[in-house]
Antibody, heavy 120, light 110 residues
Framework: QLQLQESGPGLVKPSETLSLTCTVS??????????WGWIRQPPGKGLEWIGSIYYSGSTYYNPSLKSRVTISVDTSKNQFSLKLSSVTAADTAVYYCARQDTGANCYSDWGQGTLVTVSS | QSVLTQPPSVSGAPGQRVTISCTGSSSNIGAGYDVHWYQQLPGTAPKLLIYGNSNRPSGVPDRFSGSKSGTSASLAITGLQAEDEADYSCQSYDSSLSWVFGGGTKLTVL
């Protein structure tokens, strides 16, 4: 069974860079059938798509975050990562990694999520 | 403010039928892009409930159904059960080159 697990600091200072990694187990990140994405949810608010990556390294970013986001993939470790620069309190959220089916384009599998708080 | 608009809350008694709407525009749902629905139980990650407007993944009860018309989509839940109390969110694609979600709807089972 596919599992995704987010890891990274739970507290980031304003203006610094948020860095998270998603480790995929029970399946290969190199499958041509899926994208791998990051989605976040600020406390008490709705979900927001951050961006997605294909195993080949092709990336797709939310235009509203594009200038601050970098997503990368490491197929040898079956991991993909998120970097969000120049963070502010507005970036405080639960960050989820998820697998997106390239056919249906829905997020079929999700990590448990990790809360990242931006505060000094 | 979310690109897709959902009611903040809906409620219903056990056994009843409830619907949750998801209203978009000509640049997303109205452009023909599929709508997906997710269920999020308190304190947990979203779970795929409906994909491709009206398809249920394996294991999702047939009490849950989805539909799409014009610039809107709907999720219907029949035979409401206490375990259905959760947040429900819709998702589609927008021609601004972004995947978009609704703001989420909290379902309360009375």
């Amino acid at each position: 069974q596919l599992q995704l697990q987010e890891s990274g600091p739970g507290l980031v200072k304003p203006s610094e860079t948020l860095s998270l990694t998603c480790t995929v187990s029970g399946g290969s990140i190199s499958s041509s059938s899926f994208y791998w994405g990051w989605i976040r949810q600020p406390p008490g608010k709705g979900l927001e798509w951050i961006g997605s990556i294909y195993y080949s390294g092709s990336t797709y970013y939310n235009p509203s975050l594009k200038s601050r986001v970098t997503i990368s993939v490491d197929t040898s470790k079956n991991q993909f990562s998120l970097k969000l620069s120049s963070v502010t309190a507005a970036d405080t959220a639960v960050y989820y990694c998820a697998r997106q089916d390239t056919g249906a384009n829905c997020y079929s599998d999700w990590g448990q999520g990790t809360l990242v708080t931006v505060s000094s | 403010q979310s690109v897709l608009t959902q009611p903040p809350s809906v409620s219903g008694a056990p056994g009843q039928r409830v619907t949750i709407s998801c209203t978009g525009s000509s640049s997303n749902i109205g452009a023909g892009y599929d709508v997906h629905w997710y269920q999020q139980l308190p304190g947990t990650a979203p779970k795929l409930l409906i994909y491709g407007n009206s398809n249920r993944p394996s294991g999702v009860p047939d009490r849950f159904s989805g539909s799409k018309s014009g610039t809107s989509a709907s999720l219907a839940i029949t035979g409401l059960q206490a375990e259905d109390e959760a947040d429900y969110s819709c998702q589609s694609y927008d021609s601004s080159l972004s995947w978009v979600f609704g703001g989420g709807t909290k379902l309360t089972v009375l």
